[in-house]
């Protein structure tokens, strides 16, 4: 399946690359079909595109989250994650969206709303972590910073 991409012009892209989100992501309801890119040009990237496979426009940047805070453990209803599958160590795959604007030292990560996939099924869904603690814009252009040039 050839699908059309943001910043990777046209992509083939085999079937079981293809995650499906059944109520789409969090204000973005109607898009439901999603694959994980990122740029195989750059030796080490830790941010990838959770890219949509109905609209090019939509690539939302993420990050694994044990990359910009070592202990993050959301709070969740397991009722949530009913609908993914059984999720063990190996298939659980939690990320965090990106906000990256003009002056990149004000990036951040949404702690709050993590999206969860299960790789073994390929579905996901974005949940609500119920941690008061976890901000939805969490700078992390100095986490980042430091983990380079250590």
Not at 21 to 43: A, M, N, S, V
Not at 71 to 94: A, C, Q
Not at 101 to 108: G, I, N
């Amino acid at each position: 399946m050839v699908v059309k991409t943001k910043f990777f012009g046209e992509v083939d892209l085999p079937e079981e690359k293809i995650l499906t989100f059944d109520r789409g992501l969090i204000g973005l309801p109607d898009y439901k079909q999603f694959t994980l890119l990122y740029d195989c040009d750059k030796e080490q990237t830790n941010i990838s595109w959770l890219q949509s496979v109905e609209e090019p426009s939509l690539a939302l940047p993420v990050i694994k989250p044990w990359l910009v805070k070592e202990d993050y453990n959301p709070t969740v209803e397991d009722e949530l994650l009913v609908s993914l599958g059984e999720l063990t160590e190996e298939n659980l795959v939690i990320l965090l969206t990106m906000t990256v604007p003009e002056d990149t030292k004000q990036m951040s990560v949404n702690l709050k709303a993590p999206v969860v996939i299960n790789a073994d099924t390929r579905k996901g869904i974005q949940i609500i972590a119920e941690n008061q603690d976890y901000e939805v814009k969490y700078k992390v252009y100095e986490i980042l910073k430091n983990k380079q040039e250590g």
